[in-house]
């Protein structure tokens, strides 16, 4: 009798006991990867570099010095190009997939989808390199046909890193609206027509709120990756302008200027957390 | 019957293999510090990662070499903070930089009895930076020249004779310019008629207007590789702040790249080596830095595949086509117009490089 009260008592202990334990690994992951170095980049950002001492004179630097703020304009202007211009580009091609294409060769699609995700960033950038310098694929194409006979200026342009950019995560943004459309139900289009709704109406009224979502998740994704990226704008911009990440590198390399260094990427995740904020409504995993 | 149970209890099977674990490790890490002992820890720029280089070392020594390649003095110095002292044996660096290693007491005192220092070209020696209160702390291994690269084919070879073509519409779009600001400030300030050593805050406006007519001409501002393969693939014609480290290591592909020390001069850049005070293997250290300042050694390392220089010690082993594609011959002229890279303090350093961050927003 006592043993099965005992176990009586132990059962409910270890049943409170069971969501912590699965949950400890998670936790302690974000805790010594995230929120420890979080914590460790706050404390760098208010040092000074020479001599140490509490400042807030990394934080002033940005918003007083024009050419730091500059970088961060030109940061939010390219994301946002690239965000908007990958999400009009891979909403019509995720519909011909999830729509028009046989499931056979929807295999076939995502897997070509996934490919630019299995190249690195710098090698990607170099071949887009290689297509748009003044003596790379396209340049040769047009000046070869006629259609122009000085080179154009593509690489090293902002159009350049927009282009890279985009390669890469229009598909990104296809996978996530493709699984946003395939978990609409035939029955939404059936509903609508019935009601007479035209195919026009039926996207605009009742399938693009519905992969809001999917597209909100995408257009995240791309953001956060974008605006913290260093390899692509380095590779493709030829240093024409600035873009957040390159700033933060400048403070590092010859100078080892970590604490502005910091500040400057806390400042950038203030960013990131903004338009995490903006968007939060759409960012639930489940979709009612 | 204590035996039994001390087996069969499903603990103490968990403790002894727990405790074989933990012994094993140790063993492990025994092994594993024995095998650092016999290793020679180097923190260094891509030239010495070349096996051409390091090979004949670890072979004749019986040494393994483990390098950690950084780019810029101040990621090589805060990779050293945030390592053990001992971690590391030798450390290339910016001649001009050995005082910031001096100043955070991590640097020995080379012998200089040890040392091929008579061997050296003279106006490497840079004694201003490597000797610090009177030691020596580094020992220059590899210089060249921050100038003009360009493709004479494409470019007439007078007009590289004068910093001024860098600013001509001539050559509007058709340039490239290194992206270090020290080296190209140092350029501003010779095309502008002024010594880097006597650079102040005063100069800066003008070195300013001098930085922005040049972005204004420039197609990119690349680092090392893609300013590189800019020349190289033709999609510019001169690089501002190339040298001999860019055309020397493509002179066979491309003979067509050369360089100019121009009537103004250059910039002259330099590498040394040094040794850690905390180095737990000195002697192999030293003998490192003797291979790497050898005539063999400075031929290798000055023809490294990452990228070609001028070997400090005049009687390097080089081939006659080495010689004649890094000019070996020319280099007393070349020495008697080159200065050093702007040495500036930490607070003229920081208004330095926001004026070039400045240039590299201007449109």
Same mark, same amino acid.
């Given at each position: 009798?006592?043993?099965?009260?005992?176990?009586?008592?132990?059962?409910?202990?270890?049943?409170?006991?069971?969501?912590?334990?699965?949950?400890?690994?998670?936790?302690?992951?974000?805790?010594?990867?995230?929120?420890?170095?979080? #914590?460790?980049?706050?404390?760098?950002?208010?040092?000074?570099?020479?001599?140490?001492?509490?400042?807030?004179?990394?934080?002033?630097?940005?918003?007083?010095?024009?050419?730091?703020?500059?970088?961060?304009?030109?940061?939010?202007?390219?994301?946002? #190009?690239?965000?908007?211009?990958?999400?009009?580009?891979?909403?019509?091609?995720?519909?011909?997939?999830?729509?028009?294409?046989?499931?056979?060769?929807?295999?076939?699609?995502?897997?070509?989808?996934?490919?630019?995700?299995?190249?690195?960033?710098?090698?990607?950038?170099?071949?887009?390199?290689?297509?748009?310098?003044q003596n790379g694929v396209i340049n040769r194409v047009l000046t070869g046909s006629g259609l122009i006979t000085e080179p154009l200026q593509l690489a090293n342009t902002r159009l350049a890193t927009v282009t890279g950019f985009v390669h890469f995560f229009v598909m990104l943004l296809t996978l996530t609206i493709f699984a946003n459309l395939k978990q609409l139900s035939p029955s939404y289009r059936k509903a609508a027509a019935d009601l007479g709704a035209g195919p026009v109406r039926t996207f605009l009224h009742v399938i693009l709120p519905l992969t809001l979502p999917g597209i909100m998740v995408g257009a995240f994704l791309t953001f956060v990756l974008c605006i913290g990226d260093y390899i692509t704008p380095q590779i493709l911009g030829g240093n024409n302008e600035l873009l957040m990440p390159q700033l933060v590198m400048m403070q590092i390399?010859?100078?080892?200027?970590?604490?502005?260094?910091?500040?400057?990427? #806390?400042?950038?995740?203030?960013?990131?957390?903004?338009?995490?904020?903006?968007?939060?409504?759409?960012?639930?995993?489940?979709?009612? | 019957?204590?035996?039994?149970?001390?087996?069969?209890?499903?603990?103490?099977?968990?403790?002894?293999?727990?405790?074989?674990?933990?012994?094993?490790?140790?063993?492990?890490?025994?092994?594993?510090?024995?095998?650092?002992?016999?290793?020679?820890?180097?923190?260094?720029w891509c030239d010495h990662s070349d096996p051409a280089l390091l090979q004949p070392f670890e072979e004749a020594n019986n040494v393994k070499v483990n390098v950690k390649e950084f780019e810029g003095t101040g990621a090589g110095l805060a990779i050293v903070e945030q390592s053990q002292p001992g971690d590391w044996d030798v450390m290339v660096i910016d001649s001009i930089d050995v005082p910031r290693g001096v100043e955070k007491g991590l640097f020995?005192? *080379?012998?200089?009895?040890?040392?091929?220092?008579?061997? *050296?070209?003279?106006?490497?020696?840079?004694?201003?930076?490597?000797?610090?209160?009177?030691?020596?702390?580094?020992?220059?291994?590899?210089?060249?020249?921050?100038?003009?690269?360009?493709?004479?084919?494409?470019?007439?070879?007078?007009?590289?004779?004068?910093?001024?073509?860098?600013?001509?519409?001539?050559?509007?779009?058709?340039?490239?310019?290194?992206?270090?600001?020290?080296?190209?400030?140092?350029?501003?300030? *010779?095309?502008?008629?002024?010594?880097?050593?006597?650079?102040?805050?005063?100069?800066?406006?003008?070195?300013?207007?001098?930085?922005?007519?040049?972005?204004?001409?420039?197609?990119?501002?690349?680092?090392?590789?893609?300013?590189?393969?800019?020349?190289?693939?033709?999609?510019?014609?001169?690089?501002?702040?190339?040298?001999?480290?860019?055309?020397?290591?493509?002179?066979?592909?491309?003979?067509?790249?050369?360089?100019?020390?121009?009537?103004?001069?250059?910039? *002259?850049?330099?590498?040394?080596?040094?040794?850690?005070?905390?180095?737990?293997?000195?002697?192999?250290?030293?003998?490192?830095?003797?291979?790497?300042?050898?005539?063999?050694?400075?031929?290798?390392?000055?023809?490294?595949?990452?990228?070609?220089?001028?070997?400090?010690?005049?009687?390097?082993?080089?081939?006659?086509?080495?010689?004649?594609?890094?000019?070996?011959?020319?280099?007393?002229?070349?020495?008697?117009?080159?200065?050093?890279?702007?040495?500036?303090?930490?607070?003229?350093?920081?208004?330095?490089?926001?004026?070039?961050?400045?240039?590299?927003?201007?449109?």
């Amino acid at each position: 009798m006592s043993s099965a009260g005992n176990n009586g008592r132990a059962l409910p202990r270890a049943g409170r006991a069971l969501p912590w334990a699965l949950v400890t690994p998670a936790l302690g992951w974000t805790l010594l990867f995230f929120v420890l170095p979080f #914590i460790a980049m706050g404390f760098s950002s208010l040092t000074a570099h020479e001599g140490g001492g509490f400042t807030l004179s990394n934080y002033s630097q940005f918003f007083t010095n024009p050419s730091y703020w500059q970088a961060m304009v030109n940061s939010l202007q390219v994301t946002a #190009i690239v965000t908007v211009v990958s999400v009009l580009l891979a909403y019509p091609f995720a519909w011909i997939l999830a729509e028009q294409v046989p499931e056979r060769g929807q295999r076939l699609a995502l897997m070509l989808a996934v490919l630019p995700f299995w190249t690195s960033y710098v090698v990607r950038s170099y071949s887009w390199l290689l297509v748009l310098a003044q003596n790379g694929v396209i340049n040769r194409v047009l000046t070869g046909s006629g259609l122009i006979t000085e080179p154009l200026q593509l690489a090293n342009t902002r159009l350049a890193t927009v282009t890279g950019f985009v390669h890469f995560f229009v598909m990104l943004l296809t996978l996530t609206i493709f699984a946003n459309l395939k978990q609409l139900s035939p029955s939404y289009r059936k509903a609508a027509a019935d009601l007479g709704a035209g195919p026009v109406r039926t996207f605009l009224h009742v399938i693009l709120p519905l992969t809001l979502p999917g597209i909100m998740v995408g257009a995240f994704l791309t953001f956060v990756l974008c605006i913290g990226d260093y390899i692509t704008p380095q590779i493709l911009g030829g240093n024409n302008e600035l873009l957040m990440p390159q700033l933060v590198m400048m403070q590092i390399g010859r100078r080892g200027d970590f604490p502005l260094a910091s500040a400057l990427s #806390i400042i950038l995740m203030a960013v990131v957390t903004i338009a995490y904020l903006a968007c939060a409504r759409w960012l639930k995993i489940e979709r009612t | 019957m204590s035996i039994k149970s001390a087996s069969g209890n499903p603990l103490s099977v968990l403790k002894r293999h727990l405790h074989a674990a933990c012994a094993a490790t140790a063993l492990l890490l025994a092994a594993g510090s024995l095998a650092e002992a016999a290793d020679l820890n180097a923190l260094i720029w891509c030239d010495h990662s070349d096996p051409a280089l390091l090979q004949p070392f670890e072979e004749a020594n019986n040494v393994k070499v483990n390098v950690k390649e950084f780019e810029g003095t101040g990621a090589g110095l805060a990779i050293v903070e945030q390592s053990q002292p001992g971690d590391w044996d030798v450390m290339v660096i910016d001649s001009i930089d050995v005082p910031r290693g001096v100043e955070k007491g991590l640097f020995e005192p *080379l012998p200089e009895d040890k040392l091929p220092f008579a061997d *050296l070209f003279p106006q490497v020696k840079m004694d201003g930076s490597t000797v610090v209160g009177g030691k020596r702390y580094g020992i220059t291994e590899k210089f060249g020249y921050n100038t003009i690269g360009f493709n004479k084919t494409k470019v007439d070879p007078a007009d590289m004779q004068s910093l001024a073509s860098l600013t001509s519409d001539k050559y509007k779009g058709k340039v490239a310019i290194y992206d270090y600001y020290l080296p190209v400030i140092g350029m501003a300030a *010779l095309a502008i008629g002024k010594k880097t050593a006597d650079l102040t805050e005063a100069d800066l406006p003008a070195l300013k207007e001098e930085l922005l007519k040049m972005k204004a001409n420039a197609k990119l501002v690349g680092e090392v590789t893609a300013s590189q393969t800019a020349l190289a693939t033709g999609e510019v014609d001169i690089l501002v702040g190339g040298g001999e480290w860019v055309t020397a290591g493509l002179a066979k592909e491309n003979p067509a790249l050369d360089f100019s020390i121009p009537k103004e001069g250059a910039v *002259l850049w330099s590498q040394s080596l040094a040794m850690f005070k905390d180095s737990k293997n000195k002697d192999m250290a030293l003998k490192f830095i003797q291979y790497i300042l050898s005539p063999e050694g400075q031929a290798r390392l000055a023809t490294s595949s990452c990228y070609w220089g001028m070997p400090s010690n005049t009687k390097a082993a080089l081939t006659e086509d080495q010689k004649k594609i890094l000019r070996f011959d020319e280099q007393p002229g070349f020495l008697a117009r080159a200065q050093s890279y702007p040495a500036p303090n930490a607070e003229f350093d920081k208004k330095m490089q926001d004026m070039w961050t400045e240039m590299l927003q201007a449109k």
